[in-house]
C-alpha cells in the first residue's frame, strides 16, 4: 500500500511530532479482518502487521484511523495492544 519513502516519512513524523492525538485516514477499511470480500487492509496482511507495528511503538500517542470508500465505511473500535 505505501512505498518505502512513505513508510519512512510516516515514521519519522510520529517519531518527531509532540502531538499525543493522531488521526490517520485512509481510503480503505483499517480494522475488519473477517470480509474478504471487501477492499481493505486485510489483503496486504504484510502493511497492515507493518502499521500495527508502528502504531504499537508509540503508546504515549492515541490514534484515530478514519477508513472506507464510497462503499463501505467503519467507526470501530480496536485495541492494537
Keep these: 500500500l505505501l512505498g518505502e519513502n512513505q513508510w519512512e516519512w510516516f515514521e519519522e ?3 518527531n511530532s509532540n502531538s499525543s492525538k493522531v488521526l490517520i485516514f485512509s481510503s480503505i477499511q483499517f480494522l475488519p479482518i473477517h470480509r474478504p470480500f471487501v477492499e481493505s487492509w486485510t489483503r496486504f496482511p504484510q502493511s497492515r502487521k507493518r502499521m500495527i507495528e508502528i ?3 508509540h503508546r504515549k500517542k492515541q490514534f484515530l484511523i ?4 464510497v462503499h ?8 492494537l495492544g
Design 72 to 79: 463501505y465505511a467503519e467507526i470501530g473500535c480496536g485495541n
Design 13 to 15: 513524523t510520529l517519531k
Design 55 to 57: 502504531l504499537r511503538g
Design 66 to 69: 478514519l477508513s472506507g470508500d
